[in-house]
Every structure is written in C-alpha cells, then in structure tokens.
C-alpha cells in the first residue's frame, strides 16, 4: 500500500514568519510530486510540482525533494493569513497514479 | 469559463437509495477521475477513465460505480448508499492521465442516514 504521510497539524504561524509543511512517502516509485491548497469548503488547486531532487522556487513558495530520505516538503516565505488552509502533498507513481497525503492545517495569525 | 461541474453540490439521503451524481466538464479532457474526502484521509481515488467507455478501478472502488459514454460526463452511481460513504466527492479532469495539473469540480458532500 503506497502511503503518503503529512502531519495534520494545526500548524500556526504568525503573520510574515516562514512556514514549513513536510511530506513522507512510502513508495520509492513515485516520480513526481505535487502541493495542493484547499481552502475550506473549496476544492484542491495545484500550487507547486517538483520532479528532481533539490529545491523549486516559485514567488513565495519553495518545494524541496529528498528521494534518498523519501521527504517533500513546502516552505512558504513572508506567510499571509490568506495562506491559512490545508496543504495536500501528493505524489505520482510510475503508472501516473496519484496518492495523497492527509493534509496538513496550516493557520497564519496576523 | 473552462470548469468542472457537480450537481448536486449537496446531498441527504438514506440507506439503499439508488443516487447519481454528475461531473461534466468542458475542456475536451480525456482523464476524469472520482475521489472521496474523508477527514485525515486525503484524497482518495473511487475510478478514473482514460477516454469514453475506458474506466478503471482506484483504491476504493467499492460500493461505487461509474460510466464514460461522452466524454464530458463522468457521472458517479451509488446503487444502494451505506452510511460509511458519507463523504466529501470531488470530481476531477486533466488533459490526460499523465498531465500534472488536474481540474477539480467544487464538491459533492453526501450524507446517508
């Protein structure tokens, strides 16, 4: 069973500091990963992929892949209370399957 | 507007009762996909269906089942709902199944008594 484990939190983070949300999973398989954001009551968008080991920037949100340790994680910089929603990591299977985490509750306090 | 509809957006039914529920989307899309949303479970894939009368079991297939006749519907059956699907459903699409950016429908919560 490919698992795919995040800490549901809540995560609280005051207003402009950086938030680290972080990601395990199981399946060595997995290529390519993915964050989503779901705000509540709303249906998940995609916010970052990444594919290679290392780091991906995009504005304030910086994805980084380990594969050797199997961890993603999501590190959002100069945090917004408008950032405050559950972030879903995904990855995908060589088979193109998606697996999900958990999520994890993230809350900025202005 | 490119989207992905569901309808009903909510739903209160009772054991046994045969229910649909539809997704429609107008982006030409080939991969459309069937997920449930249960609290610290994630998404959780029902079926998915590469093209028009191509579809496949998920991970938790049971209880449910689905049709591709066209290929903008995709609508979910639920021949006789059991309390253990309460559930938030999402109805998804992308280009293709491997395409990264996947279109989620708003959300179906489903409550069976």
């Known amino acids: 069973q490919k698992e795919v484990e995040q800490n549901s939190g809540p995560l609280s983070v005051p207003e402009g500091a950086i938030a680290s949300l972080n990601c395990t999973y199981s399946?060595?398989?997995?290529?390519?990963f993915f964050w989503y954001r779901q705000y509540s009551g709303k249906s998940p968008e995609l916010i970052m992929s990444i594919y290679s080991n290392g780091d991906k920037e995009d504005g304030r949100f910086t994805a980084q892949l380990n594969k050797a340790s199997q961890y993603v994680s999501l590190l959002i910089r100069d945090s917004q209370p408008s950032d405050s929603a559950t972030y879903l990591c995904a990855g995908k299977d060589a088979g193109n399957m998606l697996t999900f985490g958990g999520g994890t509750r993230l809350m900025v306090k202005p | 507007e490119a989207q992905v509809t569901q309808n009903p957006r909510y739903l209160i039914t009772v054991t046994g009762k045969k229910l649909t529920v539809t997704c429609s989307q107008n982006?030409?899309?080939?991969?459309m996909s069937w997920y449930r949303q249960d609290p610290g479970l994630g998404l959780r894939q029902i079926y998915y269906?590469?093209?028009?009368?191509?579809?496949d079991k998920g991970d938790v297939p049971e209880g449910y089942k689905v049709s591709r006749k066209e290929k903008r519907n995709f609508p979910l059956i639920l021949e006789s709902p059991s309390p253990n699907q309460t559930s938030l459903y999402f109805c998804?699409?992308?280009?293709?199944?491997?395409?990264?950016?996947?279109?989620f429908g708003p959300g179906t919560r489903l409550l069976v008594l």
């Open positions: 982006m030409n899309h080939e991969y």
């Open positions: 399946d060595r398989g997995s290529q390519s």
């Open positions: 998804a699409s992308s280009l293709w199944q491997g395409t990264e950016t996947q279109y």
């Open positions: 269906s590469m093209n028009v009368e191509v579809t």
